[in-house]
């Protein structure tokens, strides 16, 4: 645990901080969802990360949540904040009122309290869209590299900086509805794919993958996803995109 | 119990061990993926700067080749590390990098043309041919003599993870999330798979498996600062010691990064200084060149933590009301250049300090970052003391890193280690080696153990909080195994640490929930990683001497006559309360770069009487073949390609140097 100092008022007194947490473990048949809340003092530079660190080491071990890098980079602490999907452990609490209500992602299978398995529905999504690059020919690896144009491949980690928090899901109007819907996260991979050279799949063979309600043509433009993504990905754009794309093929 | 049999059992899905799951796969095994977190959620994601190869595409790269990265690889880690290792690795590097180009990694390319760059705090143009255009371009580094470091922005480590998981996708490999290995199981002489902890339901499973390859990355959650994630701590490591035949290598070699954010301890990549960003005090001045004139901001990160600590006792750190820190300052680089090469650093500073990196200097201090230690393998993966255990990554002590690893060279090896690592645990499973018979005895004996020793845990109803011996445990080792290290206060460490391990047994459960008790988890890895916090502690006092990250203010010079050895801790008795430590010397007369002065830092190392013998020798070869070309004269002085797969063993091409 990193030092603290605790955060003061005008007054000379830290902010007392109410946590207001959506507990619930299905492991337990007698386990029945309730709020409960959880007062700290808040300290300079604290995040949920080091908030809801804290109330579990000193007041609740066993509450349960999910932290990995604690630097907004690898998508696992993905919450509702106040209502709202964002990222936990980058989420300031001097950004916050004195009350705060977390909640876990919905759509995603319960674990416990504020864990959800996220994992198992990315890797469902990467099956079912094939998010790989198709390309037969083999790589000469002791060969120079194919070339690429400089933009080309920054155009690509554009939307490969998705990092599958599933904010853009919970945050989906289509999803709330239609559960089989593959969501932002798997209209941005097609959209990446599609963008990439290397990948020797034609518009028909998109269309075959998202060109259906439960992907392109489901999106009900709410974009939702856009506003909330924590890493900004252009969203609104690629979806728009990618549908007119997919139309043009439906068409023929 | 209920009980899963493959071929091949890789424990964490991070880059080593998803990429030897691949090579394994490859050759027709049964391969099954153990992790404790999506795969894509691993700490191999917190790759930033990028990944050193000697494509050699760059005009700052411009006559890089294989010997030049072996070079810098050897002296970066104070000639602690096996050379064989470094030869295969920086051999292997260009074919990892152009395979995960064809894997859809968007490596950033070479643009033709003139460029602004910042070369030590001066603007240049810099110049790249248009042959070049479109190929994979590098970035500078610390410790390195070209510009080698492949990147994807600074989410290399990101786009380099998601490209290897989708290929397992690909090719079918199922992944056990949230799964935790708890013990191998073994006989003492043979590795038959581990009893694995199901962190959903609690649950114990048996995973029988004909080889186990642990890649479950380093130990840094030992520290109380450190940039590593939560995850990271060192159970893989913890677990291969517990079997007592099986050997952690090195583990006092801890790296400590540059420029970790102060105080979070949240990483700011190598790129930064990389790209022309400076180090700056209390003053604002830029004191780096005044310790190290030839490389300053770039030497290796082991030197550059030493003296940023030592310019913050002399006074000149500056402080905020967390502490004292110095100034990482990439303003000069401008918003165009941060906006696209430097964009994970500009989010981590507005999310975590509030600052816009563009306009202000970054608060910095070094913190825990990298294990070089780890489980004890042969130049193929195999640990030491175990038929059929295999390590790769950062678990390992392959040994490519020795006393301090290159920035650019994790990230590297992880792939490259999975490539020849997974090869040879595919050839372990063809031959007869490869043939098991496991009775249920034992695997009922190793599954009653591990059982007992959560029910130990839930059974007691001790005194001790598991949280509180945490940090206490990270305090020590920050405090007192830090940067900057010394005999008395490591007695005191190790003294410390064995009491924590004592009140670890004495602990009293706070809550009983149904399901993986988060409390039960943190309880039962904390005797885990005490066991590894007193392996570095103890190996680090003992090695009285000073090599790479290990510096002894009471030894503080590199001891090549004593200290050319490599520790060894074995933790034979469960009933030990120190490891017994080995030691397994380097051998000067193979290698292909004999100890020397690094180019960088301190130049008082206590000589090897071997070494101007071997010196000599080289010398003697060289001259021998002096019309020779380059692949030749290695070759005479320390053959390696015989310890590569077959299909790793080609010339790699590069822009001048056709095969």
């Not at chain 2, 460029?115 to 190929?135: C, F, K, W």
Request: glycine letters at 10%.
């Amino acid at each position: 645990m990193i030092p603290l100092l605790r955060r003061r008022k005008p007054d000379g007194q830290p902010r007392r901080l109410t946590l207001e947490i959506l507990r619930h473990n299905p492991a337990d048949p007698a386990s029945v969802p309730h709020l409960q809340a959880y007062e700290i003092e808040e300290a300079e530079g604290m995040t949920l990360f080091i908030a809801l660190n804290e109330i579990r080491a000193l007041q609740d071990p066993s509450l349960m949540f999910d932290f990995v890098c604690r630097a907004g980079i690898c998508g696992s602490c993905a919450m509702l904040v106040n209502g709202r999907p964002g990222l936990a452990c980058r989420t300031l609490t001097r950004d916050l009122g004195e009350r705060i209500t977390l909640a876990p992602l919905p759509v995603f299978e319960l674990i416990g309290d504020l864990s959800v398995n996220t994992g198992k529905w990315m890797r469902g999504t990467s099956e079912r869209l094939q998010t790989w690059i198709h390309n037969n020919t083999p790589t000469d690896i002791d060969a120079i590299e194919t070339r690429m144009e400089p933009l080309t491949a920054e155009a690509i980690y554009e939307l490969d900086r998705c990092i599958e928090c599933g904010c853009c899901i919970a945050g989906c109007g289509t999803v709330q509805m239609r559960e089989s819907f593959v969501g932002a996260v798997g209209l941005n991979k097609i959209a990446r794919f599609r963008l990439d050279p290397r990948d020797t799949r034609n518009d028909e063979d998109f269309y075959e993958l998202v060109g259906d309600d439960d992907g392109v043509f489901g999106c009900m433009s709410l974009v939702g996803c856009h506003d909330v993504c924590p890493k900004q990905l252009p969203l609104q754009t690629q979806i728009a995109f990618l549908r007119r794309k997919m139309a043009v093929v439906g068409l023929i | 119990m209920e009980t899963i049999h493959t071929d091949v059992l890789v424990i964490g899905g991070g880059l080593a061990g998803l990429r030897a799951a691949l090579a394994a796969r490859k050759r027709g095994n049964s391969v099954l993926i153990l992790s404790l977190v999506p795969p894509k959620r691993s700490h191999s994601a917190a790759a930033q700067g990028g990944m050193q190869a000697s494509l050699g595409n760059t005009t700052k790269g411009a006559g890089d080749n294989e010997d030049v990265h072996f070079q810098d690889t050897v002296r970066g880690s104070d000639w602690g590390n096996d050379q064989d290792v470094a030869r295969m690795f920086v051999h292997t590097a260009p074919k990892a990098v152009r395979e995960l180009a064809g894997w859809g990694v968007p490596w950033n390319r070479v643009q033709a043309g003139d460029r602004e760059a910042i070369i030590d705090n001066q603007r240049v143009t810099l110049s790249e041919p248009e042959e070049a255009h479109g190929l994979i371009t590098a970035r500078d580094f610390g410790g390195t003599k070209k510009w080698r470091t492949c990147y994807v922005s600074d989410g290399t480590g990101h786009a380099m993870l998601y490209a290897v998981s989708d290929q397992t996708i690909a090719e079918g490999i199922p992944v056990h999330e949230r799964m935790e290995a708890v013990s191998l199981i073994h006989d003492g002489l043979r590795c038959y798979g581990a009893i694995v902890r199901n962190l959903i339901d609690g649950k114990l499973v048996a995973y029988i498996a004909r080889a186990t390859c642990i890649a479950t990355g380093g130990f840094g959650r030992i520290y109380q600062s450190t940039t590593n994630a939560v995850i990271n701590e060192g159970i893989g490591a913890a677990i291969a010691l517990e079997t007592g035949v099986v050997p952690l290598g090195n583990m006092e070699a801890v790296q400590f990064h540059p420029t970790a954010i102060f105080p979070a301890g949240i990483l700011v990549t190598e790129g930064c200084r990389g790209d022309g960003g400076l180090l700056r005090d209390v003053d604002g001045h830029r004191f780096m060149p005044d310790y190290e004139p030839e490389k300053k901001e770039l030497a290796s990160r082991d030197v550059v933590s030493r003296r940023m600590e030592a310019h913050i006792r002399s006074g000149k750190g500056a402080k905020n009301r967390f502490g004292e820190h110095l100034w990482l300052d990439i303003t000069q680089l401008g918003a165009q250049h941060i906006d696209r090469k430097l964009r994970e650093v500009k989010e981590i500073c507005h999310y975590f300090l509030g600052i816009d990196p563009t306009k202000q200097w970054i608060p910095v201090r070094p913190a825990q970052h990298y294990s070089m230690g780890g489980i004890r393998t042969n130049a193929h993966g195999a640990a030491y003391g175990l038929s059929g255990l295999f390590a790769c990554g950062e678990a390992a002590c392959w040994d490519l890193h020795g006393f301090n690893r290159l920035g650019g060279n994790s990230v590297a090896e992880t792939v490259v280690s999975g490539m020849i690592v997974g090869e040879a645990i595919a050839d372990f499973c063809t031959s007869s080696a490869g043939d098991m018979s496991l009775s249920t005895a034992l695997l009922r004996e190793c599954a009653d153990k591990a059982r007992a020793e959560f029910s130990a845990i839930t059974d007691n109803h001790g005194p001790e909080n598991p949280a509180a011996l945490l940090a206490a445990m990270q305090a020590i080792m920050t405090d007192k195994v830090g940067i900057v290290r010394h005999g008395d206060q490591l007695a005191e460490a190790v003294k410390e640490l064995t009491e924590l391990a004592a009140r670890s047994r004495q602990v009293g459960l706070r809550t009983h929930r149904p399901g993986a008790n988060p409390e039960l988890t943190l309880a039962w890895r904390l005797q885990k990683m005490l066991k590894l916090a007193i392996c570095v502690a103890h190996g680090a006092r003992q090695r009285t001497e000073s090599r790479g990250a290990h510096f002894r203010e009471d030894y503080p010079q590199r001891n090549d006559a004593e200290w050319l050895k490599r520790t060894l801790a074995y933790w034979t008795d469960p009933k030990q309360v120190v490891p017994s430590l080995h030691y397994e010397a380097l051998d000067i007369r193979r290698m292909e770069l004999p100890p020397g002065w690094r180019g960088y830092g301190a130049r008082d190392a206590i000589e090897h009487p071997e070494t101007a013998r071997r010196m000599d020798q080289i010398e003697t070869i060289k001259a021998q073949f002096a019309n020779a070309d380059r692949h030749s004269v290695q070759h005479a002085l320390m053959p390696f390609r015989h310890l590569l797969p077959a299909h790793l063993r080609g010339d790699n091409a590069r822009p001048g140097e056709p095969v």
